[in-house]
């Protein structure tokens, strides 16, 4: 024995081969299992950060490519890497359809497994019941009910408590075994079905949808096209012709300002845009409010409130006295007064075309050393404070440009506080002759402009809905406990019917007692209950239905869970 046992000993184990379907079969477990599951949905959190560390192509290419330039060794190792593109990237896709798949591959047979667990009755009631944890032993006086009556009053008891039940004839008696909790699987499938939802639908979002921003003078509209975006961020798959088809057009536009708090004077308190909507090419026209948590929703799209300001109307004439520029220039507001930036381009002026960069005060007043600010954001004193400058605005060489940047590198100086023309100082009304003959600036008048968000994703209720059920299927896993519990009734020696009970907790023990609690209390309230004259009658009695390992406890009173139980 000792040679054959140092021979086995000594001879290599060997393994048997997966091969491929094994293989197979071995990955997809992993794949399917929960901890993989939860480590790729924290990989997929990782992977997003990156979006929101460096800027993004959908949100604006020239942003990217700015960003390039200006980090020559690492922008173009991110732009190999997919880092500028990180939603639609390959590695990302790769992570986000694996979750996918992990989850279908956990949640499949587990709904398969817990159907089939709802058709099956209550687990089979244990021979000796006062081995579980929580259990209990109740004789009941001679001339008592019967233990057919007594089950069958157990099993009443146990069904209005939302038991599923079921009798079972015994010999010498009857027992009813109850299970409840069902609900809890079903909240945990709920959860995981809706977390597949969610990533469904913000798929189907992120192919679909749009989102774009866009700036409105008053009395000035907009069509829902792609040239009349100010900016316009497309989903993946997005085409022109997803476009809704309607327009707006701002008739006008009310602030009102807190003119009562010592403390809080001037700041804004409502904000209210009269917009004219017509839906499709031939709808009615029809007049709607926008405010700042009321937007508007034209078949589908959500048309959000996010800014406004001044936009002062002027006109500028060139050398030969031609209308170079005229209208509404939407200006930057930069403080809580509305003190703005105002940038004007002038590329059809001649002979040089020109430019004008400076600020556009609603309240303008001067400190002790001159200088110029808003002290309202109320129009009591509008006033326009302009630098000039002749030369190439840059325009023709077909680079995209800030509206709202003027370079003056390539640009001559006309006006400014340090030059010996000094700058251009307009109230409302009037009108300033450049030097050297290069025309005039007039300042005619002010209207209000609103900043506009324009949303639209198709799939933004499906992931509303599918959060909501997935809280509401995370609230029943929680709180929904499993429950079994058997009743069993027989008559002992003495002719008394002797009623044995257990519970069991699937998992935990968490409110169990209060449960066997008010199982033993109800049963001293239907039936007369007699206490046995010795501890040594106790023993018979549990002796003489075949039951072993019953003490004077079980009979008196309900038995408490203990540590190692």
Request: net charge negative; glycine share 10%; aromatic share 10%.
């Amino acid at each position: 024995m000792s040679s054959k046992a140092a021979r086995t000993r000594s001879e290599p184990v060997t393994l048997p081969r997966l091969g491929l379907a094994g293989t197979l079969r071995w990955i997809w477990t992993q794949l399917t299992s929960m901890s993989t599951a939860l480590m790729l949905l924290l990989l997929l959190a990782v992977a997003a950060v990156p979006g929101s560390l460096v800027p993004q192509r959908r949100a604006g290419p020239e942003i990217v490519d700015q960003w390039i330039e200006d980090n020559p060794v690492w922008g173009p190792v991110l732009d190999a890497l997919q880092f500028f593109d990180v939603y639609n990237s390959v590695w990302f896709s790769a992570i986000y359809l694996l979750l996918f798949v992990s989850l279908v591959g956990c949640v499949w047979p587990r709904a398969i497994q817990h159907a089939k667990a709802l058709r099956q009755p209550p687990a089979r009631t244990p021979r000796n019941l006062t081995r579980l944890p929580a259990s209990g032993v109740v004789v009941l006086e001679e001339g008592g009910p019967s233990p057919e009556e007594a089950v069958a009053r157990a099993q009443a008891w146990l069904r209005k408590r939302r038991y599923r039940v079921e009798h079972r004839p015994e010999a010498g008696g009857a027992s009813v075994g109850a299970e409840r909790g069902y609900l809890r699987e079903i909240g945990n499938i709920l959860f995981h079905v809706s977390l597949i939802g969610v990533l469904v639908f913000m798929a189907y979002g992120g192919m679909t949808k749009y989102g774009g921003q866009k700036i409105i003078v008053e009395g000035e509209g907009f069509a829902n096209n792609l040239v009349a975006y100010d900016s316009f961020t497309p989903g993946t798959y997005f085409s022109a012709d997803d476009l809704q088809p309607f327009s707006l057009t701002l008739d006008s536009f009310d602030a009102v300002f807190d003119r009562e708090s010592e403390t809080h004077y001037g700041q804004p308190l409502d904000y209210t845009a009269v917009m004219d909507v017509r839906e499709g090419s031939g709808g009615e026209l029809q007049r709607q409010i926008l405010k700042v948590n009321q937007p508007l929703d034209i078949d589908g799209v959500r048309v959000y409130l996010v800014g406004n300001g001044y936009a002062p109307v002027v006109t500028i004439r060139d050398g030969a006295g031609d209308v170079a520029f005229q209208g509404p220039v939407v200006t930057r507001v930069f403080d809580n007064n509305y003190g703005s930036q105002a940038t004007i381009k002038v590329p059809d002026a001649r002979p040089d075309q020109l430019g004008f960069v400076g600020f556009f005060l609603p309240s303008a007043v001067e400190d002790e050393e001159g200088a110029a600010f808003s002290a309202d954001p109320e129009l009591l004193n509008p006033e326009l404070q302009l630098n000039s400058y002749y030369g190439d605005l840059g325009l023709d060489t077909g680079r995209p440009q800030n509206v709202y940047v003027l370079d003056t590198e390539s640009l001559t100086e006309l006006n400014s506080r340090t030059n010996e023309h000094g700058g251009i100082v307009l109230g409302q009304g009037e009108t300033y002759e450049l030097p050297e003959g290069r025309g005039t600036i007039s300042f005619d008048g002010v209207r209000r402009y609103v900043g506009l968000d324009i949303h639209y994703d198709p799939g933004k209720w499906g992931v509303g809905l599918f959060a909501t059920t997935a809280l509401l299927g995370l609230v029943i896993s929680l709180f929904v406990r499993r429950r079994r519990v058997w009743v069993r009734a027989r008559t002992d020696e003495a002719g008394r019917t002797r009623v044995e009970y257990a519970l069991l907790a699937r998992g935990e023990e968490f409110g169990l007692h209060e449960e066997h609690v008010a199982l033993r209390s109800a049963m001293e309230r239907w039936w007369p209950v007699a206490a046995p004259e010795s501890e040594e009658e106790a023993v018979a009695s549990a002796a003489a239905v075949g039951h072993t390992g019953t003490t004077p406890e079980t009979l008196a009173g309900p038995r408490t869970p203990r540590s190692g139980d």
